[in-house]
């Protein structure tokens, strides 16, 4: 499969295994999960044929592991990203003490007022290390980099998650935990 096809096809997935699944007349199961078999028969009642071979590329081929098989290969799910109301089951974890979030300056007025918000998502998303925050940024314009007190914010009672493609998850960074770097 070539890059184009593989970037559309990951949007598509994206699109339908975080934000809209009824689109495909699909439901996600507990944990985010749908049968393979269904969603490949969806796709292609929806004029998006997708082989299971393929599928399997776009998941092991992932720049960022974004889709998971269960044990069998026989249910897939987005690791985290969702909109729509779905218990991915994850446990919290205590993480590492300093994590990163990449934004864009047009969001820092407001992120200084309120924090980082989790705005359409379950969670706000933040990253394990100053790379991967400037790419998550970047993807708006260029990117402006905060540093997260997380062993601060775990002092006070705020819960971290990390899904299985190592993105870290909490509800609410308040801004006094942040610092522009
Ligand atoms: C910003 C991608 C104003 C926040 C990435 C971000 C990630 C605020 C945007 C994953 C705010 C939300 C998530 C506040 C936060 N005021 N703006 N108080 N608080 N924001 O896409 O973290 O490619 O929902 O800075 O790699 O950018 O989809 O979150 O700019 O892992 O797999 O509001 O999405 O992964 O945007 O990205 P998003 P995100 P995928």
Request: net charge neutral; glycine share 10%.
């Amino acid at each position: 499969m070539d890059a184009t096809r593989a970037t559309r096809l990951s949007k598509f997935l994206s699109l339908h295994l975080r934000h809209r699944p009824e689109a495909l007349g699909l439901t996600l199961a507990e944990g985010g999960w749908v049968g393979v078999e269904e969603l490949l028969a969806a796709a292609a009642r929806h004029g998006q044929p997708i082989s299971r071979a393929e599928l399997e590329e776009l998941v092991s081929g992932s720049d960022k592991q974004r889709f998971a098989f269960d044990a069998e290969g026989a249910h897939i799910r987005a690791q985290q990203g969702h909109s729509v109301p779905v218990d991915l089951g994850l446990v919290p974890v205590t993480p590492p003490a300093v994590l990163y979030h990449g934004t864009v300056p047009a969001a820092l007025p407001t992120i200084r007022r309120d924090g980082l918000q989790k705005m359409k998502r379950h969670h706000v998303h933040l990253s394990p290390d100053e790379e991967t925050a400037r790419r998550v940024g970047n993807r708006r314009g260029p990117a402006v980099l905060l540093a997260v007190d997380a062993a601060g914010l775990q002092a006070q009672g705020h819960v971290f998650y990390v899904s299985g493609n190592g993105v870290w998850l909490t509800d609410h960074v308040p801004a006094q935990y942040l610092r522009e770097l």
